[in-house]
């Protein structure tokens, strides 16, 4: 069964940043491509970036330059350093598979950008 935990959200001003954490278990991170979504109020779950099993990353045009998806292999463990934060980032993060499971979806955490 595969369990994964978000953590690292908060409230932060614009321009601010946090770093988000996913950690696995059930799921080995380095052999297998992994990603991070997010859900905004009113919006349907989108793609923000994915790390595959050979390192290599991609991002949604609206983050690039500005987030970084990065993964700690001993740990199982994915991280999400979010620079120039900005308020349309708001929303509920999640970690995932790529492509997602269904059965994988976490509570997420909430992140808040505002002044």
């Known amino acids: 069964q595969v369990q994964l935990v978000e953590s690292g959200g908060g409230l932060v001003q614009p321009g601010g940043s946090l770093r988000l954490s996913c950690a696995a278990s059930?799921?080995?991170?380095?052999?297998?491509?992994a990603g991070w979504y997010r859900q905004a109020p009113g919006k349907q779950r989108e793609f923000v970036a994915l790390i595959t099993e050979d390192g290599s990353t991609n991002y949604v045009d609206s983050v690039k330059g500005r987030f970084t998806i990065s993964r700690d292999n001993a740990k199982n463990t994915i991280y999400l350093q979010m620079n120039t934060l900005k308020s349309e980032d708001t929303a509920v993060y999640y970690c995932n598979a790529v492509p997602y499971r269904l059965e994988y979806w976490g509570q997420g955490t909430q992140v808040t950008v505002s002044s």
């Open positions: 059930g799921l080995i991170f380095s052999i297998n491509a």
